[in-house]
């Protein structure tokens, strides 16, 4: 009986998979400094060995989640490709996985993916990055509130 308890929790441990080392911990509250916009858009993410087609669920200034039911491991890094509604030309861009929010049996998690932090960006691709939030934030700021209306 002790043993099957024991088992129960490493099982749950297991298909929670969060290795929260300082820098992982340093990460997410570097993440939850940073306005995150939902979105939906296509992403194409490339490591050496693995295409994966996905879609982006939400977008900041630090990074994006990918909503993937086959996540890459943590550390993983890849090169993302997409383009927002509107842009001129696509972003490709370095990202490094910080956090793996894996499928769980019975389909009891609703948002499974990857968060995935950007890495080594230019300057224009910053300034780009920037701006397309800042459209995104006025964007749902003037839906919210119409003008004429207080």
């Given amino acids: ?41 296509s992403v194409d993410c490339e490591t050496e060995e693995t295409f994966l087609y996905a879609a982006i669920t939400n ?24 383009v927002p509604p509107d842009a001129s030309e696509p972003f490709v861009l370095i990202g490094t996985v910080q956090w793996v929010n894996m499928v769980r049996p019975m389909h009891d998690n609703p948002n499974p993916g990857m968060g995935i932090k950007f890495v080594n960006l230019t300057l224009d691709d910053r300034e780009r990055l920037v701006a397309t939030i800042r459209t995104i934030a006025y964007l749902r700021e003037s839906v919210a509130c119409p003008s004429g209306v207080n």
């Fill in 59 to 82: 977008i900041s200034e630090l990074g994006i989640f990918v909503r993937t039911t086959e996540p890459l491991g943590t550390g993983t890094q890849l090169t993302l490709r997409f």
């Fill in 1 to 41: 009986m002790g043993n099957r308890d024991g088992d129960d929790r490493k099982r749950d441990a297991a298909k929670n998979a969060f290795d929260l080392d300082s820098s992982d911990l340093n990460s997410r509250l570097e993440r939850r400094s940073s306005t995150r916009f939902d979105v939906t858009w």
